[in-house]
């Protein structure tokens, strides 16, 4: 199976997808139409060539894949939101004297992403490093602390995945996220890009964002085992420095991951690959017309199969 090279995410009621420095955005409006927007998206790494190096490109890549997740996000939920009431629309009104709708956007995106980033370091970083310390008092053995550490930040993590999943739209973006996994599975074994195809496809992938955030936990368990510090000033600013480190190395084995079958990548991949069992559903046909409009609009599928398989038209 030969990497295609394209990836996404669920948004509300759709699917981002994007291919290169192109990415589209399908959504089933409340009319039950499906609205496609296709745009470029350089990223930040664009033209500066020492970014694109292995276990420096994970880190902006990370990046790139918060701000138009959260783009795409906002451009979804724009479908669904409900009228201004008049204290939201005055508000609007007194920043529009300051800023333009632009720069109101660009900022708003920019603080969601960096409350985002901490957030995220504080519960799953900062947050197991206090809990292991205090067991330092019944632990005496620095490896096994670490280790415990590391334990618990991948149960909170588990935790955080499985908890979010009880929500009813988080279970529907699920369902989304399965179908985005299954039109790609679709494509990368050979068969034409169909309901029918793609239902019978798997919901999990090799490339999937959740088996990065488990390569960045199992990653960490290493690290910091092996980075002893009785400071806990030191040890915090560790987990902070370090994340940037984890996230370059983890993006890499999460590339080869998914340009390999060998045995050994197949078995590393195989905890991501379970987990996505919490952060997929099986979605339904509705669904899986969304996630092929949203792949159709930046990936030539058929020339994929043509190169690759040898023709694109080939029974499944």
């Known amino acids: 199976m030969k990497s295609s090279g394209i990836g996404g995410q669920a948004v509300l009621e759709g699917i981002m997808m994007k291919n290169g420095e192109w990415y589209a955005v399908a959504v089933r409006k409340p009319d039950q139409t499906i609205e496609v927007k296709k745009e470029e998206y350089r990223g930040i790494s664009a033209g500066h060539r020492w970014m694109q190096k292995p276990f420096i490109r994970g880190v902006f890549n990370f990046i790139d894949s918060l701000i138009l997740g959260m783009q795409t996000l906002t451009y979804s939920a724009s479908f669904y939101e409900e009228e201004e009431t008049e204290e939201e629309t005055k508000k609007g ?79 529907r973006t699920y ?98 690959l379970m987990l996505q069992g919490l952060t997929t559903r099986e979605p339904d046909d509705d669904m899986i017309e969304v996630a092929i409009q949203a792949v159709e609009a930046v990936f030539d599928w058929r020339a994929y199969e043509e190169e690759n398989f040898g023709t694109a038209d080939r029974a499944s």
Not at 105 to 119: F, I, R
Not at 120 to 133: D, K, N, Q, T
Not at 203 to 217: A, D, N, Q, W
Not at 247 to 262: F, K, N, P, Q, T
Request: proline letters at 3%; a positive charge; hydrophobic letters at 55%.
């Open 175 to 272: 369902m989304y996220h399965g179908a985005e996994h299954k039109c790609i599975n679709c494509v990368e074994h050979g068969l034409p890009l169909t309901v029918e195809n793609v239902r019978v496809s798997s919901k999990e992938h090799k490339r999937c964002g959740t088996s990065f955030m488990l390569f960045v936990m199992m990653i960490s368990i290493l690290v910091f085992m092996f980075l002893q510090m009785d400071n806990i000033l030191l040890r915090m600013l560790s987990r902070i420095v370090f994340v940037p480190v984890i996230a370059g190395i983890s993006y890499e084995v999460l590339r080869l991951a998914g340009r390999s079958d060998g045995k050994l990548i197949n078995a590393i991949s195989k905890p991501g």
């Open 93 to 171: 009104s007194f920043l529009d004297r300051f800023l333009s709708p632009e720069k109101q956007e660009s900022l708003l995106m920019a603080g969601t992403v960096v409350l985002a980033v901490v957030l995220a370091v504080g519960i799953f970083m900062i947050l197991p490093m206090f809990c292991a310390r205090f067991m330092e008092r019944f632990i005496e053995n620095s490896f096994v602390t670490a280790l415990l550490e590391g334990v618990l930040r991948m149960a909170i993590f588990i935790l955080y995945v499985w908890g979010i999943s009880l929500m009813e739209d988080i279970r």
